[in-house]
């Protein structure tokens, strides 16, 4: 191994040739890297693979000082530790599974000066003495991995990160580099605030995975759609992912017992068998791996082709992490996501039953309609997950369910004016909940307090079932005709795009929601 220091002084991209055997920096690379090089603050925002480590370890190799590298997974540390012992660096990891010799042992090498890199959790960061400590060293630089984790809007939000913002006082003058994979707007906006970055410059790339092939099914036979999918893949990598830690054993079980090799993997397993688990996965044997949408991180391996989710994630950045741990190696992959309305009721129910703050709740409830209007959209679905993130993407993908397969549509441009007109006529003040109501002529308080009861328009509606007024009111969010927002997720008109549908000058295609044929289905069986 080379002596911490010795790369100290190089130009980044000689570095870059000569430790990681690359030619060329991608287009982010470079110029966050010379943001950090000169000693400013950079937020670093790059889909999974897209290479966001360089960004630090180049800066941390060729500037003066030990790096400190904050990361909130213990398996990501031990695993890019490993991966720069092999190319020579002197790197460590400093966390609460490390043995007290092991411990001692980078304390002993850190207090000294031998250290390009110390990998560290937060916990271990902020705990006693251990910032006046670093303090006394020579630091390069402090990186902050996962970075949307300080986010309270962000879906993997861990309260200890919050703490990190006083990193810029105790080590002034180091400069700070954030990174994620996460970019919506508000995110980004809120790691800039809560990490103190407000000097930071803001280094993003294109979100769009062109290797990705999206689509989404509604659910039937979720067992069966499961197995003829597994069986179109036989022999290659995969990652399911379900709701709860249940369902990914019964799947995995269901699976194993028709010659499926699938391993569960959730919070719930002992560290002796997570780390088993990823260990056989990641050794590249042929296998699907069954884990919770709130357990993916740190299944890690560059050939994993497809991505089913049998559970619809809570937000489209989730659901976006999620399947972008597919096709890291650049070959195609596949992606499923199976919804179905009690999905949805449940993440709403879940939601409002939730200990979390009103503003909280307010901005979850955004990010989970935001993904079911994805799940409906029946245009182009990259298009539609990247807008999510402020990206828009100049033509259709091509090669989506969507852009591949006609969807079952209808006319729905009367049931569209319907609802926009009910959301007009009643001076757009109203979640969804109160719309229905007033279309389908029901008696509610609120109807009468209102005096809605007496609209020309109240009742409309009442030929369709909830469901059907829902689905046309979700699709029309997702194709931006409605926004919502403010603290009741009050519904109001998109000017531009509704205005031509109100006057009958837009046709309107809806999809055929499976909600819909269910709640058919119910009514003329009654
Ligand atoms: P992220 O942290 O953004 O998910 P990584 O830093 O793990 O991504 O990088 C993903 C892959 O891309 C790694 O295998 C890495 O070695 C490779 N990579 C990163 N930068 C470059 C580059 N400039 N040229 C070639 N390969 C690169
Ligand atoms: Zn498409």
Not at 156 to 165: G, H, N, Q, S, T
Not at 495 to 498: D, H
């Given at each position: 191994r080379w002596p911490a220091g010795h790369l100290a002084g190089r130009a980044p991209l000689e570095v870059l040739s000569s430790?990681?055997?690359?030619?060329s920096f991608r287009l982010v690379q470079a110029a966050a890297i010379e943001r950090v090089m000169a000693g400013g603050d950079a937020l670093v925002l790059m889909p999974t693979g897209g290479g966001k480590s360089l960004c630090y370890q180049i800066p941390a190799l060729c500037r003066p000082g030990m790096a400190i590298v904050v990361s909130p997974l213990i398996a990501l540390m031990d695993d890019q530790v490993a991966a720069l012992r092999q190319l020579g660096i002197a790197a460590a990891a400093l966390h609460s599974e490390l043995g007290y010799d092991e411990a001692d042992a980078v304390g002993y090498a850190l207090d000294r000066g031998r250290l390009d890199l110390l990998y560290i959790s937060p916990e271990r960061l902020l705990s006693p003495g251990m910032l006046p400590r670093l303090a006394k060293l020579d630091l390069a630089l402090v990186a902050i991995d996962?970075?949307?984790?300080?986010?309270?809007?962000?879906?993997?939000?861990?309260?200890?990160?919050?703490?990190?913002?006083?990193l810029g006082d105790m080590l002034p003058g180091v400069p700070r580099i954030a990174l994620t994979a996460t970019a919506d707007p508000r995110t980004r906006t809120d790691i800039l605030a809560a990490l103190g970055l407000a000097d930071a410059e803001v280094f993003a790339t294109s979100?769009?995975?062109?290797n990705l092939f999206v689509s989404a099914q509604p659910k039937g036979s979720e067992l069966g759609q499961l197995t003829a999918w597994l069986e179109a893949r036989r022999g290659q990598a995969g990652i399911l992912y379900c709701g709860s830690r249940a369902k990914t054993e019964r799947i995995a079980t269901a699976l194993a017992g028709r010659g499926v090799p699938a391993v569960a993997f959730h919070a719930g397993l002992t560290p002796e068998q997570k780390r088993s688990a990823l260990r056989r996965f990641r050794s590249g044997e042929e296998m699907v791996i069954v884990a919770t949408i709130a357990f993916g991180m740190g299944i890690d391996r560059p050939d994993v082709r497809f991505v089913v989710h049998l559970d619809m994630p809570d937000s489209p950045e989730g659901y976006y992490q999620q399947i972008g741990r597919a096709g890291r190696d650049g070959e195609p992959a596949d992606t499923l996501l199976l919804h179905g309305g009690e999905d949805i009721s449940r993440a709403r129910f879940w939601l409002e039953q939730s200990g979390a703050p009103e503003q909280q709740k307010r901005v979850s409830a955004q990010r989970l309609e935001s993904m079911i209007a994805l799940t409906e959209t029946t245009a182009c679905r990259t298009r539609a997950l990247l807008a999510c993130f402020g990206e828009t993407l100049?033509?259709?993908?091509?090669?989506c369910d969507n852009c591949t397969r006609p969807v079952a549509t209808f006319d729905g441009t009367e049931a569209a004016r319907k609802v926009l007109s009910a959301i007009y006529r009643t001076g757009q003040r109203f979640g969804a909940l109160h719309i229905v109501s007033v279309l389908r002529g029901e008696d509610s308080e609120m109807v009468r307090r209102h005096g809605?009861?007496?609209?020309?328009?109240?009742?409309?509606?009442?030929?369709?079932a909830k469901g059907f007024w829902r689905s046309v009111i979700r699709q029309l969010i997702a194709r931006d005709a409605l926004r919502t927002g403010g603290e009741y997720a009050t519904l109001s008109l998109h000017?531009?795009?509704?205005r031509p549908i109100l006057r009958g000058e837009a046709p309107v295609l809806l999809r055929e929601d499976p909600v819909v044929a269910t709640d058919k289905a119910a009514r003329s069986s009654r």
């Open positions: 430790v990681f055997g690359y030619e996962e970075a949307h984790c300080v986010s309270a809007w962000g879906h993997e939000f861990r309260p200890e990160y919050r703490a990190l913002v006083s979100f769009h995975r062109p100049a033509v259709d993908c091509g090669h809605h009861d007496r609209l020309a328009l109240f009742g409309i509606g009442r030929d369709q000017e531009p795009v509704a």
